[in-house]
């Protein structure tokens, strides 16, 4: 997996940090060893699609990025989308504030990073390197425990999914966030929430550096069940460590999904 487009090998990425080990770990498995991973991104797009200079293009990033959806490429090597929407809201780290969220589970590992190498994702990936200004890609795991189901439902039912992804700075608390997020479901479920699916995290393919712990979805009936939670878990003591950005480092998006094969199955 490389950064070098001209090497015939992948697609170049201009909008984070690839982790190349991680990489490397997925496209070394072995057979017996290797299974599905979800991918779960995060995505912040430029003002104005970036397509070059000698480009006369005058779309968004947001555009760019629907033309980008390489939906025939991912049906090819068996992997399907299975999580798609809009950030209506957000808190926790504001460093960034996110566009939009979705989650591919690929059949293998060995096959997400073997996506890179073809052709027809290349002429589809021209799209998203002119729209993304920037992106965490999060390769993660259903929490043992969690039945996954099968992830074919095409139950669009409305409603507002909350996504966050947490991470451990000090290498130490991720048990105590976990602990954390157990006692926010009490506030959660008082306002209508259900839990979806958790995920534990292996890596970070694409981001900035940082390796995240943990990724939750929650769906609300509502925006407004979701503020009215995050008001209460904010105030509650046993979620503290939320308030600690030294503990925690998180972003909790609230998503309006147009396709949620994650919490409706």
């Not at 994702?121 to 999060?138: L, S």
Request: some cysteine; hydrophobic content about 35%.
């Amino acid at each position: 997996m490389t950064n070098d487009a001209a090497s015939g090998r992948g697609v170049a990425h201009t909008y984070g940090k690839l982790d190349r080990e991680y990489g490397m770990r997925m496209f070394t498995m072995a057979p017996e060893d290797d299974g599905p991973v979800f991918m779960v991104n995060y995505m912040k797009y430029k003002e104005v699609a970036d397509y070059g200079a000698d480009s006369d293009e005058k779309v968004s990033g947001r555009e760019a990025d629907d033309r980008y959806a390489p939906v025939d490429v991912l049906a090819r090597i068996g992997a399907q989308v299975v999580f798609h929407g809009d950030v209506l809201d957000q808190r926790g780290n504001t460093d960034t504030r996110w566009d939009r969220i979705g989650v591919v589970r690929y059949a293998t590992h060995r096959s997400f990073v073997e996506m890179e190498r073809r052709d027809d994702f290349k002429e589809k990936h021209v799209h998203k390197a002119a729209g993304m200004d920037r992106t965490f890609v999060i390769g993660c795991q259903p929490r043992a425990g969690v039945e996954p189901g099968d992830y074919r439902s095409d139950d669009k039912g409305r409603g507002v999914v909350a996504v966050g992804a947490h991470r451990s700075p000090d290498g130490s608390s991720l048990g105590a966030i976990v602990a954390a997020l157990e006692s926010a479901r009490a506030h959660a479920a008082t306002h209508g929430a259900s839990t979806g699916q958790w995920f534990d995290c292996e890596g970070t393919i694409m981001g900035d550096g940082r390796a995240f712990g943990i990724v939750t979805f929650d769906r609300y009936p509502d925006l407004e069940s979701w503020r009215r939670a995050r008001a209460a878990i904010d105030a509650d003591p046993a979620c503290a460590v939320f308030a600690d950005p030294a503990r925690c480092d998180f972003y909790n998006v609230a998503v309006e999904p147009a396709l949620d094969r994650i919490t409706r199955r």
